[in-house]
């Protein structure tokens, strides 16, 4: 098919009317992508220094997103410390650390295909080793310093050939010490940039949209490249040198996508922590974005500080989180942002960037989300049966799909339009809550006889929940502010503040178990019917508790 990629980005520039539904070049996108991303290419390269990647043939990432600008003053990260105030990462220093840093990393081993995990917060050290990495060929994963045993759990299922740390963070490596690589940045570059095939793997990333959780998911070198290629262009409209934003966005959900967006285009990726912007909201009116990711906390801290954003081009939103329409159009007026073009936008990294994203334009909150450009897909049947969906209403299926994890959006069609219908199953603003793991850690303390998360919904937007865990402390007499503080630091040092559950019950009762485990179906049921309730304060049932706590726990707690 032939696209005519100059009038289609001056369609999304202008607008298109709210209630044109999808365009006809989106619908042949999605016929033919690899032809898509071929015309995408022509017009990426513009003026700019030539692309070595060719869609469908093979990619080079160390040069299509560094070495290219690596002539430029551009900035290619800029990254705010509380301490020192704004980090700012060149083009030009990326390139020389990076290769620096791909030359003794060769030397210890790092080749092409070998699984690189790297353990930084975001920051200018992740962006480094992210390029060197992909300049020796890697196959790389990405974990954030927080959780010991959700590292630990990971690393574990990744096995990875290396790690990548800063040395500090030498302790989350219990059993993995020796995979640590040294990082000096004293070599003299000498290193040849590998070219990745499309179906090389590129990444093996644990997204938080894959269940099960811990999971690791394989992106593939033709995924990142053309992910990265259509968001520059199309789902951000990102030009060189212009910024893109997403304070407080799901770094495993959305790094490296939002990375290779950016360096692809030769534009700066701006890092701003939610807590920092919370005390100082004027941090982000310090520098122009072409493109801001919104959140309900960044709206919420906007709104209470009165902040205006004269300095945004464009907003987007993920279509996941719970709509507070209220809140949304009200941030909307007191922001000045009427006439700015929004937009929902739905990113998995796991993917290649952007899967659903409504067309930048000036218009009311929505939910209209059709797949991305230059994807092809399929609605299947929301019983999972692999069929087609019979109707209206399915679930969105990447394709191909087979090497991909299973699906879990359903869209719904309606005049032509998209729309964002929920999870399938029950998550947290799109994201996999680690029940089993909440649970697991949760078990270990003292004062727990037993352990079990249930999804409740919220009875507000549809598709919503809340996660409840479910805390059994048998006979003992209640604590509960002791046994609240001693739960949150556990959860918070073994899996991270994140995955704090949205409520907390303690049930003066044992669980039922199955094989020495918590039968959760049970703990389902009782909890969800009000039985676990009711016997609670039922005078029989606990009578029968205080008397099973005699027998059971002669021999000290948790016997």
């Not at 040198?241 to 407080?248: D, F, Q, Y």
């Not at 004027?282 to 801290?301: F, K, N």
């Amino acid at each position: 098919m032939v696209f005519d990629v100059r009038k289609i980005l001056e369609l999304l520039e202008t607008g298109t009317p709210a209630d044109s539904g999808v365009p006809v070049w989106q619908y042949e996108s999605w016929q033919d992508p690899e032809g898509f991303a071929n015309a995408l290419a022509v017009v990426h390269v513009g003026r700019g220094a030539p692309l070595k990647s060719r869609a469908g043939q093979h990619y080079d990432f160390f040069h299509d997103l560094v070495v290219r600008h690596g002539n430029t003053d551009r900035v290619a990260l800029r990254s705010y410390d509380r301490r020192s105030g704004w980090q700012v990462l060149g083009y030009k220093q990326l390139h020389e650390q990076a290769s620096r840093r791909a030359t003794e990393w060769a030397r210890q081993g790092v080749k092409a295909g070998a699984k690189v995990c790297l353990l930084y917060p975001v920051g200018s050290e992740l962006l480094i080793s992210l390029v060197a990495a992909l300049g020796l060929g890697a196959c790389i994963s990405f974990l954030l310093p927080q959780g010991r045993r959700f590292i630990a759990r990971r690393l574990e299922a990744l096995a990875p050939d290396h790690i990548a740390a800063e040395p500090h963070q030498a302790l989350l490596l219990e059993g993995f010490e020796k995979q640590l690589l040294q990082s000096k940045g004293q070599a003299s570059p000498a290193f040849t940039s590998h070219t990745y095939k499309p179906g090389e793997p590129v990444g093996l990333l644990f997204s938080p949209l894959v269940e099960p959780s811990g999971t690791p998911a394989l992106l593939t070198a033709e995924d990142a490249w053309r992910g990265a290629l259509v968001d520059g262009l199309l789902t951000f409209g990102l030009g060189p040198g212009e910024h893109l934003a997403a304070p407080g966005y799901h770094p495993l959900q959305h790094l490296p996508a939002f990375l290779f967006t950016t360096l692809l285009r030769g534009a700066t990726y701006l890092h701003l922590e939610l807590s920092d912007l919370e005390a100082n909201p004027a941090l982000l009116v310090e520098h122009p974005v072409r493109a801001l990711g919104v959140t309900p906390a960044l709206r919420d801290a906007l709104l209470r500080a009165r902040t205006p954003l004269k300095n945004v081009a464009h907003w987007f939103r993920n279509p996941e989180e719970p709509i507070d329409w209220v809140a949304w159009r009200a941030w909307v007026k007191q922001c000045g942002l009427a006439a700015v073009p929004s937009s929902n936008v739905l990113v998995d990294a796991a993917a290649g960037g952007a899967v659903l994203g409504s067309p930048r334009r000036v218009r009311d909150l929505h939910t209209e989300t059709p797949p991305a450009p230059g994807r092809a897909w399929a609605l299947r049947d929301v019983n999972m049966s692999g069929q087609e969906a019979p109707g209206d209403l399915g679930v969105f299926t990447l394709l191909p799909d087979k090497e991909r994890p299973p699906a879990y959006v359903v869209l719904t069609r309606s005049y032509g339009l998209y729309h964002y219908g929920g999870p399938r199953t029950a998550r947290r603003e799109g994201r996999v809550y680690p029940a089993a793991e909440v649970a697991a850690v949760v078990q270990d303390l003292s004062f727990v006889r037993g352990a079990a998360v249930v999804p409740a919904p919220t009875g507000g937007v549809a598709g919503h929940y809340r996660h409840v865990l479910l805390v059994f402390t048998g006979a003992q007499a209640p604590q509960a502010g002791v046994w609240m503080q001693e739960l949150r630091r556990c959860i918070e040092l073994q899996l991270g503040v994140e995955h704090l559950p949205d409520r907390t019950e303690f049930i003066p009762l044992y669980p039922r178990k199955v094989d020495g485990q918590v039968d959760e179906a049970w703990c389902h049921m009782q909890f969800l019917t009000g039985a676990l309730h009711r016997k609670s304060s039922d005078p029989l049932f606990q009578a029968l508790t205080a008397l099973r706590g005699h027998l059971l726990e002669k021999g000290g707690p948790g016997v």
